[in-house]
């Protein structure tokens, strides 16, 4: 059968994984009365609530005879070690773009990238139906786009479309007709993307995409270069370094067919199908025939920016909340994942108690947490660090990204101020329709954690940020941290209502009345600089002496809550969260007070 390779890019939420629903839905893949639920790509919990996709996947589509392979690629850089390998498998790719917001930094990240390796782009504006679109101004916003990026003459004359993912249809013009569905974007593809090129020889495939599946193993997933498959088949693979890392045979070959993999016989050159049996072979390494001497060239994977350390739950109410707190179980959990995601890496500390992870970015690793602790784990979290190195030269270097911010005009001063404070450049400021402006900025790393509900709260929710790893840069100085101070529990017990009450005009809480407390936990946010111990199981003192107005009902000040993103990046160098499946507390690293002096000291003297 004939094939065909395509890549879907979008920006996150501009809806390609919508698209790819009614692709499936429209070309056969689901019976006229199959369930199915809405935005089948995005399957795991945390994609369908954030709404983002956070995991490559696969898909195929017949249409007219021809296999079309979909790959639906991660919209945000957190889970760009994803994006770069997965373009090498595809020959073409459709770029989805917002006809109100137009090209955003995660749509340049990924264009980049599918420019350089050279496939030709479909673009297709998504969305029009948008009360504020704007799609002629976007189509040229697009083309600006891809010049900067170093198109080709070829590239730059790419086919424009017009629809709606959620409505089923795309057209060549804006205004439809909307009865023919997606079908012009599917002969569109069938025209404009080639047919996969396939090399001359033996079996030679590079892994792209790499899971754990409790039945069949490690599965690989990537595209024949060349050859053909079987299974029960020899094969080795070659590292990027081309020495041998593992021998064996192939247990089970899967290809994709609508949104199922089936088992299949053979597998030829060209088709992106999902190898099981080996349990060494990873992403970016060549799994082969064994006759084959040479690994074949692969996308580098970017260095992890962002590290935490994952510590056992040490706190007195470890354990009363979740059934996975040893050492060795998370120790499991955590070797486990890094083995399906290649931009985690993990290290044990010395006292084998905790553990060192880094990653892209807060995202990846806040979406890491928040599985765990849905599988029913109980850990204690740092604050992230950035990962520094330093040059041939001994100069220390930090990861900068680049910051595009959307922002009503405004509040455009405020966000400029915040982001100067944070050693942030300015690169560009342009106006992007509807009173807004548009920021571009270079910051550090260590400036923008926590900066997120910063942002949100000075802009009343309207500004819109993206980030997008750019490169290293020498050290910029030290970045001023959080203002405030903590309240702190100095007993254990359970918070009541009239002491909260009382300690109102100290600052805000972020707990409830009737909440289990312990010594060092933070239990509200001070209204000055430094931390203060105070006591939430102060019950009122009672007589038999009734005074009129002295019985009112306390009213309390709504706490703060503190999610798990918000927690992350609010928490200080001392300060730890201890996420449970039931709660998300935070607590001073060290719980006694004089443990807190002496490390004060220890710090100062350092």
Not at 119 to 142: C, F, M, Q, Y
Not at 146 to 163: K, R, S, V
Request: charged share 30%; net charge negative; glycine share 10%.
């Amino acid at each position: 059968m004939a094939l065909r390779n395509i890549a879907i890019i979008a920006h996150v939420d501009h809806g390609k994984t919508t698209l790819v629903d009614e692709l499936l839905k429209q070309s056969g893949s689901f019976r006229e009365n199959q369930r199915v639920a809405e935005r089948v790509m995005d399957s795991n919990d945390l994609e369908k609530e954030r709404g983002i996709t956070i995991l490559a996947k696969a898909t195929s589509v017949e249409w007219k005879g021809v296999r079309i392979n979909i790959v639906d690629t991660p919209g945000h850089a957190d889970f760009g070690g994803e994006v770069e390998r997965i373009l090498s498998m595809v020959d073409g790719a459709i770029v989805l773009v917002d006809a109100s917001e137009g090209p955003m930094p995660q749509t340049k990240f990924v264009v980049g990238k599918a420019l350089k390796v050279g496939l030709r782009p479909i673009v297709a504006i998504n969305k029009i139906d948008r009360p504020d679109g704007r799609h002629e101004e976007v189509i040229n916003e697009v083309f600006d786009l891809f010049a900067n990026l170093d198109a080709t003459d070829e590239q730059l004359d790419f086919p424009i479309l017009y629809g709606s993912g959620r409505d089923g249809w795309m057209n060549f013009n804006p205004e439809g007709p909307k009865d023919e569905g997606l079908a012009p974007l599917l002969d569109l593809v069938l025209k404009h993307v080639p047919e996969p090129t396939v090399e001359e020889g033996p079996f030679r495939m590079i892994g792209t995409i790499l899971e754990a599946n409790p039945f069949l193993g490690r599965i690989i997933t990537g595209r024949i270069a060349s050859g053909s498959i079987k299974p029960n088949q020899a094969v080795k693979v070659l590292g990027q370094d081309g020495k041998l890392i593992e021998q064996g045979r192939i247990s089970k070959i899967l290809a994709f067919r609508g949104i199922e993999r089936q088992p299949i016989e053979e597998a030829y050159a060209g088709d992106i199908v999902a190898i099981a049996g080996l349990s060494k072979g990873t992403v970016a390494d060549t799994f082969c025939d064994p006759s084959v001497t040479e690994a074949m060239k692969a996308q580098p994977i970017d260095p992890p920016t962002v590290t935490m350390s994952f510590i056992v739950n040490d706190s007195p109410l470890a354990g009363t909340e979740g059934d996975k707190v040893t050492s060795r179980v998370i120790r499991d959990r955590l070797f486990k994942e890094a083995e399906g995601n290649v931009a985690l890496k993990i290290e044990e500390a010395e006292g084998k108690d905790s553990f060192y992870v880094s990653g892209r970015g807060e995202l990846q690793l806040a979406v890491l947490i928040e599985t765990m602790r849905r599988e029913g784990f109980e850990l204690a979290v740092s604050r992230p660090r950035v990962v520094m190195h330093k040059d041939e030269n001994g100069t220390l270097m930090e990861p900068i990204e680049e910051v595009v911010i959307d922002v009503d005009e405004e509040h455009s001063g405020v966000v400029v101020q915040k982001m100067s404070e944070r050693k942030a450049e300015m690169v560009e400021l342009r106006p992007s329709g509807g009173n807004r402006l548009r920021l571009r900025f270079y910051a550090p790393t260590r400036g923008l954690i926590g900066y997120q509900s910063e942002l949100l709260t000075d802009t009343r929710g309207t500004a819109i940020m993206n980030r997008l790893f750019h490169d290293y840069q020498p050290f910029k100085g030290q970045i001023g941290g959080r203002v405030n101070g903590v309240l702190l529990a100095n007993a254990a017990g359970e918070a009541v209502a009239y002491a909260m009450f009382n300690l109102e005009d100290r600052g805000p809480m972020i707990i409830e009345p009737g909440e289990k407390v312990y010594q060092g936990m933070i239990i509200g946010i001070h209204s000055r600089d430094n931390d203060l111990e105070v006591n939430v199981l102060k019950g009122k003192q009672l007589t038999n002496i009734r005074a009129a107005g002295k019985d009112e009902a306390v009213k309390l000040t709504p706490p703060i809550r503190m999610t798990l993103d918000r927690a992350l990046s609010w928490i200080q160098d001392d300060e730890l969260m201890e996420v449970t499946p039931k709660n998300i507390r935070l607590r001073k690293m060290y719980l006694d007070p004089n443990d807190r002096k002496r490390y004060e000291k220890s710090k100062l003297a350092g």
